[in-house]
């Protein structure tokens, strides 16, 4: 059964830049699209970015113009990138699959869920 592994997080402080990676166990996904979701404490799980197996790109409203997202088709991984991370970023980040290779932003329509990472903004 294939999993998602995230690595990257932490303690960061604002202004700063960090960056997520997360790698599928097995080939299963490597022509769906893969995103990052955050939830806050007391938030619903938002999305954050996802790309295609094509490349094609969508950010969240959120972090629109903070973020960069790359993937590796070859793995398949991605890696997100945020950068002037701010107080309001703290969340845990889960990583997302699915079969499908277009991307989509509601949470409801992927297939497989990394564990989760911790990411802590300190002002």
């Known amino acids: 059964q294939a999993r998602l592994v995230e690595s990257g997080g932490g303690v960061v402080q604002a202004g700063d830049s960090l960056t997520l990676s997360c790698e599928a166990s097995?080939?299963?996904?490597?022509?769906?699209?893969m995103g990052w979701f955050r939830q806050a404490p007391g938030r619903e799980r938002e999305f954050v970015a996802g790309?295609?197996?094509?490349?094609?790109?969508h950010y969240g409203e959120s972090v629109r113009g903070r973020c960069t997202i790359a993937r590796d088709n070859a793995k398949p991984s991605i890696r997100l990138r945020m950068d002037s991370v701010k107080p309001e970023d703290t969340a845990v980040y889960y990583c997302?699959?699915?079969?499908?290779?277009?991307?989509?932003?509601?949470?409801?329509?992927?297939?497989?869920w990394g564990a989760g990472i911790q990411v802590t903004v300190s002002s």
């Open positions: 997302a699959a699915r079969s499908s290779g277009l991307v989509n932003d509601e949470e409801k329509y992927y297939d497989i």
């Open positions: 097995a080939l299963t996904y490597r022509n769906g699209a």
């Open positions: 790309i295609s197996w094509t490349q094609v790109v």
